[in-house]
């Protein structure tokens, strides 16, 4: 679409030269009529002189639309080529014929309309945007079907007025944007319009005014008018958008060279923070280093990360992995994750006179940054503090469970040799009165007591062995099956009196295992005692062997009152007992099931314990199993 701009070049000229050049179109045109005062011969004269000055501006604007791009010089000099047809058209032979007055201005009217046509054909054309450019093609096409249909129709110049008030109609709509004069600038377009207004009443009017000359007057003035806007300044049309590129590129350099200035002034002052900041960096107490994220090695390191890692410099310390100068976590270090935020880790430093503890904190400095910056937080004498605090608890915690497991021992001790030597007086008195029964009784009542002496001391001594590790096992491949049933048959009578029901089982009679015979004795007693202990009244007591291909599990199950799931993480620890424990009157010492633990350990076992409240406790004793061909073979060699 043509811009208002470039048409502002075109359509307006000075008024004085307008007028300068009018005078002197009006005082030629009298010349030719005073001199050739034949209506013939002034047509003739008028149509040669236009056809040498159209023919000589049509080759001249001809040759500028090869240096011009402009729809409006093109669609020009295609104007002025027809209007040099129309002129050579006059030149004919059937054209040389004398005309009166009427038909003198009956021809000037039509050259005026005609080129009116293609000016209004032009301005609308160049007037319509690129999307529109097909459809203003096809109509043109039209148009010029019509004109062309015209030329060779009886009807001779009907169609083509009737076209041409249509296009003069849209010409006006189009220059009603343009002032008629603006900045002592006539319109010419617009002067134009008014000419062939004034003309074309004229022709309906039968009032001959000079239309020729007045199309002859038109018509150079405007020849002039586009010479000087379209030829004789063609480079400022060429040149106008490159010269307003080079006002706004130099406009641009000029932002730019502002902004570069403002850019340095910026640089300037990140370069002084950076010094400022590389200085606070290098002396801050506290220690700093710079980690590559990718590698995790050390990029830069300050003076008080230096003196902490003793008999290193910073020349050594560059480019190492972090985790060879600082002791921590490898795998939380390398499987970092910076969105959750605040980092800090533990770590510490080993040196010949003591080991430093820090708190790790690792932020991650920026999205695009490929480094990590790292801050260590001594933390050496909180972790000795928490280290004592945690070291009085526990032996704060340790003394109350001597103090506990000494009370508990006392009670285990006095009462059954209360009881034994209660029995032993009233058996005295049971022998004198010759009563079998009675003494029976007391001497089963005795008998338990003695178990649970026996049971007592072998837990204190197997206690103290495994402290001092002074304990090993007699290993020997046995037959479990046979050294369980035995140890239970003389737990049965201890059972009963408790009103507990042992039962065994087993899934094969020959069932070889490495083991200690007195130690398995010992476990089987703990286990039994400590389930018959925690037992409701008439409970029952499973024991059961059963054996796979390569390992055979002792399984001891009671239907007692359970275990908290806290408790069983620590029943094998030494002096651990539950909330039950406190409930019974005959307490525990703590010691049974950490014997327990340990004898089977001794002897390449391993024991395993599940309870639930309310329903019973059941320990599994786990060994490897010696096939009896492999033992068989053994014994005979």
Request: aromatic residues 12%.
């Amino acid at each position: 679409m043509l811009e208002r701009e470039n048409w502002k070049d075109i359509i307006y000229w000075p008024i004085k030269k307008v007028v300068f050049y009018l005078v002197i179109m009006i005082f030629i045109d009298s010349f030719i009529y005073i001199v050739f005062m034949d209506y013939k011969d002034i047509l003739d004269m008028i149509n040669n002189i236009l056809l040498i000055i159209t023919g000589v501006s049509a080759v001249i604007i001809i040759n500028t639309t090869m240096l011009l791009s402009e729809r409006i010089v093109k669609l020009t000099s295609l104007l002025y080529i027809v209007i040099v047809v129309f002129a050579l058209l006059e030149l004919l032979p059937e054209h040389k014929v004398y005309l009166k007055e009427a038909h003198f201005a009956q021809v000037g009217f039509e050259r005026f309309v005609y080129m009116w046509f293609f000016f209004a054909l032009i301005l609308v054309y160049t007037s319509m945007g690129k999307r529109e450019n097909q459809k203003i093609k096809i109509i043109s096409y039209f148009i010029i079907s019509l004109f062309i249909c015209n030329q060779f129709t009886a009807r001779s110049f009907v169609i083509i007025k009737l076209l041409t008030i249509i296009l003069f109609i849209i010409s006006c709509f189009i220059l009603a944007d343009f002032k008629f004069i603006e900045n002592s600038k006539l319109n010419i377009a617009k002067s134009g319009n008014i000419c062939f207004i004034l003309i074309t009443v004229s022709s309906f009017k039968s009032t001959y005014i000079y239309v020729y000359e007045a199309f002859f007057i038109t018509m150079i003035l405007c020849t002039v008018v586009l010479m000087n806007n379209i030829v004789n300044n063609p480079y400022k049309i060429l040149f106008k958008d490159l010269f307003e590129k080079g006002i706004e590129m130099g406009n641009l350099n000029t932002k730019i060279i502002e902004k570069n200035k403002e850019l340095e002034f910026s640089q300037n002052i990140v370069m002084k923070k950076e010094k400022v900041f590389k200085s606070f960096f290098r002396n801050v107490p506290i220690p700093l280093v710079i980690l590559n994220k990718e590698t995790r090695r050390i990029s830069f390191a300050n003076s008080s990360f230096v003196n902490i890692v003793e008999n290193k410099s910073l020349k050594s310390i560059i480019n190492k992995k972090f985790t060879s100068v600082i002791n921590i976590d490898e795998g939380k270090f390398n499987n970092l994750n910076y969105s959750e935020g605040k980092i800090i880790l533990r770590g510490s430093i080993s040196n010949e006179e003591d080991l430093k503890y820090f708190d790790i904190e690792l932020i991650d400095s920026s999205t695009s940054s490929d480094e990590i910056i790292v801050i260590l937080n001594d933390v050496t004498s909180k972790v000795k503090v928490d280290s004592m605090k945690e070291a009085i608890q526990n032996k704060m915690l340790e003394e109350n469970l001597k103090r506990d497991f000494l009370s508990n021992i006392s009670h285990d001790l006095k009462t059954p040799i209360n009881v034994i030597y209660s029995a032993i007086q009233l058996e005295e008195c049971l022998i004198k009165n010759n009563n079998i029964d009675g003494l029976k009784k007391y001497n089963t009542i005795s008998k338990q007591n003695c178990i649970s002496l026996i049971r007592l001391a072998n837990n204190l001594i197997d206690t103290s062995r495994i402290e001092s590790d002074y304990i090993s096992a007699d290993l020997k491949v046995k037959n479990i099956v046979d050294i369980i049933e035995n140890i239970i048959a003389t737990l049965v009578d201890y059972a009963h009196n408790n009103n507990v029901d042992l039962i065994f089982d087993t899934n094969e009679e020959e069932v070889y295992v490495e083991l200690d015979e007195d130690f398995m004795q010992r476990i089987i007693v703990n286990l039994i005692s400590n389930s018959i202990k925690f037992c409701n009244y008439n409970g029952m007591i499973k024991i059961n062997v059963q054996a796979s291909y390569k390992k055979v599990v002792v399984s001891v199950q009671d239907n007692g009152i359970g275990m908290e799931e806290e408790f069983i993480k620590d029943i094998f620890n030494r002096y651990s007992m539950g909330k039950n424990n406190e409930a019974k009157s005959n307490k525990g010492t703590g010691i049974g099931m950490f014997v327990v633990k340990r004898l089977m350990e001794i002897q390449n076992g391993d024991v395993f314990v599940s309870s639930k409240i309310g329903e019973g406790t059941r320990f599994d004793l786990v060994f490897n199993r010696v096939l009896e061909r492999r033992y068989k073979y053994v014994a005979q060699n």
